[in-house]
């Protein structure tokens, strides 16, 4: 991983920033692939680093369709709140090198929400243990229009996701530097407890139907799932 590629001016306000990394995987069998990532990110050492800097959460996603072998793709979604602490993190020498041990190729980007979002927040049913997530992310047409589609469409949908297996549902808008047009890229995410009831939200097309005039160019969309075996994450 490296550093990202601005600097911030940091408000004192407490937020939650969202950052993901997705991109394929340096090694070429999942058990290598997790080891690399265990060794990298799961040490005593490099978990204290990172909450120390304000990283909260971290866990990692394969693609929900992949089965067997290595995945051709990785998802890992942290929650820090701080931006200054991440870009501080991410340029220790030790820490880029190590990126290169799990990714081969990847995309990273820092998120913040608005109080105009959604964020929905919702504890698992006893005994549902398995987590999915849905992104969907592209370039809105505005922020506003954007606040008021989502925050919308989430209260109205709400009540028949959650009976589907919703655990949170949370939209973000790409951060910027300092002295640049804020961002119009946004991201939506969601975890779900049910792969199934997932894949029925996302196919009906009444379901889909308000974010038709969401975005201004094709968005990109994806489904992914926890993998197998023991995997460091906090």
Same mark, same amino acid.
């Given at each position: 991983m490296t550093t990202l590629p601005f600097k911030l001016a940091i408000d004192p306000t407490p937020?939650?920033?969202? /950052?993901?990394?997705?991109?394929?995987?340096?090694?070429?069998?999942?058990?290598a692939i997790r080891a690399a990532h265990n060794q990298v990110a799961g040490s005593d050492q490099a978990v204290a680093?990172?909450?120390?800097?304000?990283?909260?959460?971290?866990?990692?996603?394969f693609p929900a369709d992949h089965t067997t072998g290595a995945p051709k793709?990785?998802?890992?979604?942290?929650? +820090?709140?701080?931006?200054?602490?991440?870009?501080?993190? /991410?340029?220790?020498?030790?820490?880029?090198?190590?990126?290169?041990?799990? /990714?081969? #190729?990847?995309d990273y980007v820092l998120w913040a929400n608005t109080p105009g979002l959604p964020h929905v927040s919702l504890p698992a049913p006893e005994?549902?243990? #398995?987590?999915? $997530?849905?992104? $969907?992310?592209?370039? $809105?047409?505005?922020?506003?229009?954007? #606040?008021?589609?989502?925050?919308?469409?989430?209260r109205k949908a709400l009540n028949t996701n959650r009976a589907k297996g919703l655990m949170a549902? #949370? +939209?973000?808008?790409?951060?910027?530097a300092p002295g640049e047009a804020a961002s119009l890229e946004a991201i939506g995410y969601d975890l779900w407890y049910d792969a199934?009831?997932?894949?029925?939200?996302?196919?009906?097309?009444?379901?889909?139907?308000?974010?038709a005039n969401l975005f201004s160019a094709r968005p990109d969309t994806s489904v992914w799932k926890k993998p197998a075996g023991q995997w460091v994450e906090w």
């Open positions: 937020m939650q920033f969202l /950052f993901t990394v997705r991109g394929k995987p340096a090694a070429t069998s999942q058990q680093m990172a909450r120390s800097f304000g990283d909260l959460s971290h866990a990692v996603y793709e990785m998802l890992f979604i942290d929650y +820090w709140n701080s931006a200054e602490g991440l870009m501080k993190f /991410f340029s220790d020498p030790q820490v880029q090198q190590g990126g290169k041990l799990v /990714f081969d #190729e990847r005994g549902r243990n #398995e987590r999915f $997530v849905g992104l $969907v992310r592209g370039p $809105v047409v505005s922020r506003a229009g954007a #606040e008021q589609i989502l925050l919308e469409a989430t549902r #949370e +939209w973000y808008f790409r951060l910027t199934e009831g997932m894949q029925q939200v996302y196919a009906d097309p009444a379901e889909m139907a308000p974010l």
